[in-house]
């Protein structure tokens, strides 16, 4: 069975530290942190670029020897307004001090530092509806490729109501082919709305090689090395997850399962 659905290893300070050597691959890394008030986390990853995203609550941020102050506005992720973020250089310290309890989500992959440290939201962050009927969803468009913020991350938001489909139809981007298809390594950052409920999400290839179901509670985080990977809200039971995709290029495009493709 592949080691896809990592737990919180603690309930407060960080709670998820996944390297691409603990992942098994090579591009997206991910820390989790849950503050609080006056508890501060920081670091620096050479070579590393990220992008910190203020998921609840507020905290001074600095980095790269710049600060930016107290950001944050949110105390519930599912209030659904527009998250603050901070672009990190690769290179470059990073610091936060909560002055709320806060949740800190840390994203990283491969940089280059030629890029200033500089917030990249509330501010030009809107909430925008995907899909139709049981596949509607919504998303905050962090830092996909039509926001020129990033050398290699890909960062996005998305709410998905209760009882609907999200990440659906079943798609994959697990080949480096562009224009038609890039290699984009992915997690999955699972919020619940109640907590203590689940949900669910499927990752398989086309030749089932690869197919773990897994049911998801609140703080979990799925890997995506590759394949097709939907979610499930249950009836009763809004999702929240972040995602953070990188590879070799800062490109999303992806090919739909065939047996989806009426869907398309």
């Known amino acids: 069975m592949a ?78 307004t527009p998250p603050h973020c901070l672009y990190v250089p690769a290179g470059a310290d990073w610091a936060a001090q909560a002055t709320t309890g806060c949740t800190l989500a840390v994203c990283t992959a491969p940089g280059s530092s030629q890029r200033p440290a500089c917030r990249l939201g509330p501010e030009g962050i ?42 659906y139809p079943p798609h994959r981007h697990d080949e480096d082919d562009f224009p038609a298809i890039t290699y984009l390594e992915e997690t999955y950052y699972h919020r619940l709305n109640p907590p203590d409920c689940f949900g669910m999400q499927r990752v398989f290839t086309d030749d089932l090689s690869l197919d773990e179901t897994m049911a998801v509670s609140d703080q979990d985080v799925v890997l995506v090395p590759r394949g097709h990977h939907p979610c499930a809200a249950p009836y009763g039971v809004e999702m929240y997850y972040l995602n953070v995709m990188a590879g070799p290029r800062r490109n999303w495009r992806f090919r739909m399962h065939p047996a989806f493709a009426h869907m398309g």
Request: proline share 3%.
């Open 126 to 167: 809107a909430l925008e509806q995907r899909g139709e009927g049981a596949n509607t969803r919504f998303i905050h468009n962090i830092a996909m490729e039509g926001r020129d913020v990033a050398d290699s991350l890909l960062v996005t938001e998305v709410f998905t109501p209760a009882g609907n489909w999200s990440s």
């Open 3 to 80: 080691d896809l659905l990592r737990r919180p290893v603690a309930q407060t300070g960080r709670t998820h530290a996944i390297t691409p050597e603990s992942a098994g691959w090579g591009y997206v890394g991910f820390e989790l942190w849950r503050l609080a008030p006056g508890e501060c986390a920081q670091g620096r990853l050479e070579g590393r670029e990220a992008i910190l995203v203020l998921v609840e609550g507020r905290a001074r941020l600095s980095a790269a020897g710049e600060e930016f102050g107290e950001m944050g506005g949110r105390m519930d992720v599912f209030e659904r």
